[in-house]
């Protein structure tokens, strides 16, 4: 028995030595496993454990941006493997016919997905950007019913006059005052104008500068403040809990429901002018409200909240993307002033009275600047959707999508890479556009992106970027009031970090009728 009783005592610490050394050896092994991965990594390619996590957490859009650029040029403008973990993997794609397969060929198997759903839709709800489907459809056709030829007349000749003051009286207070001004601001409050009369008809064009404050505070700095904390979603893994526990994520949630308020808002005061229409209380205001008309007009029934919702998308996509690339021509233009003189010649030597959409094929310098400023800084810079479908699909290269994985592009790194667009692929070169031979398609150049889910703004785009560069352009000449270079804003469009502070003075050319 004694024997049986020391055995026993024995027994205890000899089972915790060999735990104790199991769980070391483990540690150990662990440890050398990923001490000899990191040895051998390969540069660019996913660590273990972390795959490619240190690119982009907590990182500034810009950084992001820089990173896949330079993995970009690592493997040669081919497609290579992305992994987060805890978040999601996937393919950066720099091709155009890798493109062409996600966007056009085999689109019916990519869509924003669950990925892209999940960290969106507390900003954008049902709206075209997520919606899919019968809903998809409807938003599209009502969003076509703004880009008939009688409306991009009524558009150019009517509507961008209307709402010019927007954009000119705050430069006009800055020469007076002599103070700096932030151009991109004074630029989307003209889009917001502009695009909230096609899309509610409810900015007036008699607000004053006092309005305009007003509706920065309930609109215009919530969206671009959840709009940043959204795109920090894509990069951090559980970001739900961090914005349950920190300040931010209180800041966002009232960010939001002031942005999702205001729409419904504008939605409701469109609806009522509509129905004072039918009822003949007032005249039909031709151009105006457009796409709650299309919408209502579509046979596909909403509630009030996906009608808000849409309308939010195609107000933010119209007020973001064109308000700054108005911001990024004049910059890439003051960067390279050499350019000033070829354009104001252009805009001098205009005839009197020329039609507003027979602009561009006037001016050739300052439409190859518009171009090359879209080329250079999109108004998307980093897109994304995922293999919505069952099966695998096979990327022109051999690599294989797995369902529930991402293909991201970047149409800022793409311009950049001298695959397509040469050794000077980085320089602001508005001459080679006048220099080509040929376009290039839309998946060489997808800055209004390509295939059935094409950008459906861009001819409204492209008018409205001729026009305001037009009318800045031929009153005044501007002065940088800043240091260095301007970086992309961590936004989920092309924003500039801290807006573009300039100095203003009026051009020798006079006063111009608005």
């Not at 050398?32 to 490619?52: A, D, E, M, R």
């Not at 008809?201 to 920065?216: L, P, T, Y």
């Not at 959707?385 to 369902?403: A, K, Q």
Request: a neutral charge; one cysteine or more; hydrophobic letters at 40%.
């Amino acid at each position: 028995m004694a024997l049986i009783a020391h055995l026993r005592s024995l027994k205890e610490p000899l089972e915790a030595s060999l735990t104790l050394s199991t769980t070391v050896t483990v540690v150990i092994t662990i440890i050398s496993y990923v001490l000899v991965s990191c040895l051998n990594h390969k540069p660019y390619t996913p660590f273990p454990v972390l795959g490619q996590l240190h690119a982009f957490a907590g990182r500034p859009r810009q950084s992001i941006l820089q990173w896949l650029l330079a993995a970009s040029r690592h493997f040669r403008g081919q497609a290579w493997r992305l992994e987060l973990p805890l978040i999601g993997k996937g393919w950066f794609v720099n091709d155009p016919a890798s493109l062409k397969l996600v966007l056009s060929t085999h689109h019916s198997s990519f869509g924003k997905g669950k990925f892209f759903e999940g960290r969106a839709r507390d900003l954008f709800g049902n709206g075209i950007l997520i919606a899919t489907g019968d809903s998809w459809r409807a938003q599209r056709s009502a969003g076509q019913s703004m880009i008939t030829p009688p409306t991009l007349e009524h558009f150019v000749e009517t509507t961008l006059p209307r709402h010019l003051r927007v954009l000119l009286d705050p430069l006009d207070a800055a020469i007076l005052s002599t103070d700096v001004v932030d151009l991109e601001c004074s630029a989307m409050d003209y889009s917001l104008a502009v695009f909230g009369e096609i899309a509610f008809d409810v900015i007036e064009d008699n607000f004053v500068q006092a309005d305009w404050e007003r509706m920065s505070a309930s609109f215009s700095r919530p969206f671009t403040e959840s709009s940043g904390r959204i795109a920090d979603r894509f990069g951090i893994p559980f970001y739900w809990i961090f914005e349950r526990f920190l300040p931010y994520g209180r800041r966002l949630r009232d960010d939001l429901d002031r942005v999702h308020r205001f729409s419904r808002e504008l939605l409701r005061e469109s609806l009522e002018e509509i129905r004072q229409e039918e009822l003949g209380n007032q005249d039909l205001k031709e151009g105006k409200g457009l796409l709650v008309r299309g919408l209502l007009a579509s046979g596909f029934k909403m509630r009030e909240a996906e009608l808000a919702d849409s309308c939010l998308n195609f107000l933010t996509a119209g007020r973001d993307t064109t308000g700054q690339a108005i911001t990024w021509t004049l910059y890439l233009l003051l960067r390279h002033p050499s350019y000033f003189h070829d354009i104001y010649a252009e805009i001098d030597a205009l005839p009197p009275k020329t039609p507003h959409a027979e602009l561009a094929s006037l001016l050739p310098v300052l439409e190859g600047a518009i171009s090359e400023s879209l080329r250079l800084h999109p108004p998307i810079p980093l897109e994304i959707l995922e293999n919505i479908s069952s099966r695998p699909v096979f990327l022109p290269h051999g690599e294989i999508v797995g369902p529930g994985e991402q293909v991201l592009w970047s149409a800022w790194v793409m311009a950049r890479l001298p695959s397509f667009w040469g050794d000077d692929a980085e320089a602001f070169k508005p001459e080679r556009w006048m220099q080509m031979e040929k376009r290039p398609t839309a998946f060489e150049w997808p800055v209004f992106h390509a295939g059935p889910r094409s950008c459906l703004g861009r001819p409204l785009a492209r008018l409205e970027l001729t026009f305001a560069c037009v009318q800045l352009l031929r009153r005044y000449e501007f002065e940088m009031a800043w240091q260095g270079e301007r970086a992309v804003g961590s936004t989920l469009t092309a924003s500039m970090e801290g807006g573009l502070p300039v100095r203003v003075k009026r051009r020798g050319a006079g006063e111009i009728d608005r």
